[in-house]
């Protein structure tokens, strides 16, 4: 009953997907209000629908309905409860089920709130959305479908690496539900960690979330509506979908840190980087329609980073779908691939063309030019230019060589970290600079003598640091390069709030403190972006420290021997074998104990995690470590003797690596500020008005 329930709701949310896309583009073009009505209405339903096949997934899978393939898949009799509810992304089907969950949700959003504000929008805006909800959505009904039950049965020999398929003819007796249970799968053991369980959702709604402002660019292009109304209805979209895609590519970093087991959080991997290429460009976006909004500038070049961002969520979600690249994120190849290749270059080339249209039609046209070249504007620009850089360096090395040499050579060139480092770095040193010096510049004509003035102080802060750094931790030219600019950019962010809090104290006499709050009250959107960028400094100070600075050893120890390395002592204590946990994973646990200065600080117990049920990769190795600001202490097992009375451990000193986690958390905080509206009645305004209307009362 749950597969047909969620088979029907499916069909429904395709057709009224299709519906909605026809109804809403004829009705804008006869301008019908009764046709776009019910275009709307239709788009509103596929939420519902979605939710309630989602629904129908979840309590098959709760409820162990192993006759349906995907639960088959993703879980068995000994997963616990919480990840049998997380499986509903666990693999191909379920996630592209959950992307077009998220999909029709945002889209519902968007419309409800949208809809008398930005009218004459509103038809291209579903219509768009609905034509990317309508192809995932028939992918999952057609080519990937979660609710596909089993007409045939498991091979249950026990020499079966993996199940085959014996064929039952009509009438036959179905597959015994004991049986398919005891050969289930189970979840993909790389997922049964809590980082990796949320880390997909973040990145699903990051992707979800730019497909808005895309469909209001389009739906700006498609109706001639081409003033700013579609960047304002736009534009918190695009953080909101900005600080999902964030939050994705954080707990992506710490789950790779705690179970691949190899010592860093960022690999250059390239289903990391497809969904980086999307931050990177929407990022670049976020920026350059201040200008347009400030000055009426760039109009052609927002148009076509927005269009770019959707092409890169659709790509990486097609690269990790389609057995494009291998990688220890994505799905296994699929025949979903071309399909979805289409749909990414048909939409990209409808954009751009609705783009060529209006541009000649003179709708596109800028309104002001640049005042010079220390303009904010300008510098926003080569902001802009730095970053798709990024993207496109990131892209090409991630996918563009290894494609291409294939198809080429017959073989595969892989471009490793040095080639990222090589053309990584020069560029993520250009944005910190600029990310420093854009904020003190003024919109139009900037002298050099005004904005050398407002640098002053936060070079002398950074010199100052720096001074510092060299006496207490490091002498290493490029080291202490890195630090300076990336402080520089942070003191700057700093130095920019606190001249506007004793700006507001000084009119408003009010203290310190009070100006400070006060001015995020006012004006969320700068000063939140202030606090963005001291994240992102705490960031690259983490980076830094843990790139260059990481030392590692590797040595084998008995029972009571002691290991002295990078300050501290570690004393291996035993080996417990043979643990079994709830979901009937057999861990083999080392038990360590830290020691610093003579005092024991910790203790540690990296394992090794055996999944018996597993039909692929059936071991983690999970790390032991030691957190502080200063640095990780972090420990894996890397082999034991059969009496556990030795081990060999592989051990990291990682400094300054917590820094990544805090500075996430810092930018987190200022992209919610920033999403927040601002006060639009000033606060003493409104304290004026309350205390009048405390003395009538």
Not at 289 to 297: A, D, L, T, W, Y
Not at 441 to 467: D, K, Y
Request: with cysteine; charged share 10%.
């Amino acid at each position: 009953m749950l597969a047909e329930i969620g088979l029907v709701t499916l069909g429904l949310s395709f057709f009224a997907a299709i519906y909605a896309i026809l109804a809403s583009v004829y009705g804008a073009r006869i301008h019908s209000e009764r046709v776009i009505l019910t275009g709307r209405n239709a788009s509103l339903t596929t939420f519902p629908l979605l939710l309630l096949a989602s629904a129908a997934l979840l309590a098959a899978l709760m409820s162990q309905q192993y006759q349906i393939g995907y639960v088959w898949q993703v879980s068995d009799p000994n997963t616990p409860t919480f990840y049998r509810i997380t499986a509903l992304w666990g693999s191909q089907q379920g996630s592209l089920l959950f992307w077009c969950l998220l999909m029709s949700l945002f889209t519902f959003v968007a419309t409800l709130i949208n809809w008398k504000r930005n009218r004459p929008l509103m038809p291209y805006f579903i219509a768009y959305c609905m034509a990317t909800l309508a192809f995932f959505v028939g992918l999952v009904l057609f080519m990937e479908n979660p609710f596909a039950r089993f007409w045939i049965t498991p091979d249950l020999a026990a020499n079966a690496a993996v199940p085959t398929y014996l064929f039952i003819p009509p009438g036959a007796e179905r597959p015994d539900s004991l049986l398919l249970a005891q050969s289930a799968r189970g979840l993909n053991i790389l997922l049964r960690h809590f980082g990796m369980i949320i880390h997909p959702p973040m990145l699903y709604l990051g992707f979800v979330g730019f497909v808005i402002p895309f469909a209001f660019a389009m739906a700006a292009l498609a109706s001639g509506e081409l003033s700013t109304n579609w960047i304002k209805a736009a534009r918190r979209w695009s953080l909101i979908a900005w600080l999902f895609l964030s939050l994705g590519l954080l707990l992506g970093g710490r789950w790779a840190y705690d179970v691949l087991g190899w010592g860093g959080y960022w690999g250059w991997d390239p289903v990391e980087n497809a969904a980086f290429i999307p931050w990177l460009i929407g990022t670049a976006f976020l920026h350059s329609v201040m200008i347009q909004e400030k000055r009426g500038m760039l109009k052609v070049w927002n148009m076509a980073l927005v269009i770019l961002t959707f092409s890169a969520v659709i790509f990486g979600t097609f690269a990790t779908r389609s057995g494009l690249v291998e990688s220890v994120h994505s799905f296994a190849q699929s025949g979903i691939g071309v399909p979805m290749f289409l749909f990414w270059g048909g939409m990209t080339i409808v954009s751009v063309a609705l783009i060529l249209w209006r541009w000649n039609t003179g709708k596109l046209r800028d309104e002001h030019g640049f005042a010079g070249v220390l303009s904010r504007e300008s510098l926003f620009v080569l902001n802009n230019v730095v970053f798709v850089a990024l993207a496109l360096a990131i892209f090409w090395g991630s996918f563009g060589a290894p494609i291409l040499s294939e198809l080429a050579m017959n073989t595969e060139i892989t471009l490793g970290k040095p080639y990222f480092y090589s053309t990584t770095v020069p560029l993520f040193v250009a944005l910190y600079i600029l990310m420093g010096i854009a904020p003190l510049s003024a919109w139009g004509a900037t002298s050099a003598r005004r904005l050398g003035r407002l640098m002053l102080v936060p070079v002398v802060l950074s010199l100052v640091t720096l001074v510092i750094v060299a006496v207490l931790w490091t002498r290493d030219a490029g080291a202490l390069f890195g630090y300076g600019v990336v402080i520089f950019a942070g003191y700057v962010a700093g130095y920019e709030t606190y001249r506007g809090a004793v700006a507001r104290r000084k009119n408003t006499g009010e203290a310190l403190p009070l100006a400070l709050l006060a001015l995020f009250g006012k004006n969320r959107r700068r000063y939140g972006g202030f606090i963005v960028h001291l994240g992102i400094t705490v960031i690259g100070i983490g980076v830094i420290g843990s790139t260059l600075f990481q030392v590692e050893t590797q040595q084998n120890l008995r029972a009571g021997e002691a290991l002295d390395f990078g300050g501290y002592t570690m004393r291996f204590d035993g080996l417990d074998r043979n643990q079994i946990a709830e979901d009937n994973r057999v861990m083999d646990i080392a038990n360590l104990t830290l020691i610093r200065d003579g005092q024991e600080i910790a203790t540690l117990r990296p394992r090794h995690d055996f999944f018996p049920q597993a039909q692929d990769m059936n071991v983690m190795n999970i790390a032991g470590a030691h957190s502080t600001l200063e640095n990780d202490f972090y420990v894996l097992l890397a082999a034991f003797s059969d009496d556990g009375s030795t081990a060999t451990f592989k051990v990291y000193i990682n400094p300054l690596i917590n820094l990544i986690w805090w500075g996430g958390l810092i930018l987190i905080l200022g992209t919610l500020i920033s999403v927040a509206p601002s006060e639009s009645v000033p606060a003493r305004v409104r304290e004026s008005a309350a205390l009048k209307a405390g003395a009538r009362a």
